[in-house]
């Protein structure tokens, strides 16, 4: 997500006044996203999720029918 965001592919969510950024909350076995509500935001966030998956080698519930 860090190199998306320094790509401009990931648009990040601004808190408050605008002067803090999130991106991401993570629990135990939860991981939250958050960004701006666009179109390139869910490609760049599908596409990083699916090279996870490729390289961990799971088949992810998201991407199965």
């Known amino acids: ?3 998306a965001v320094m790509n401009n ?14 991106v991401l909350l993570q629990f135990t076995d939860d ?7 666009l179109v390139g935001n869910v490609l760049t966030l599908k596409s ?3 090279y996870f998956e490729i390289m961990a080698g799971d ?3 998201l991407f199965q029918e």
């Open 31 to 37: 991981t939250l996203f958050f960004g701006v509500t």
């Open 1 to 3: 997500i860090r190199e």
């Open 48 to 50: 990083i999720l699916r």
């Open 9 to 22: 592919l990931f648009v990040l969510m601004e808190v408050g006044d605008g002067s803090m950024k999130v």
């Open 59 to 61: 088949e992810s519930q």
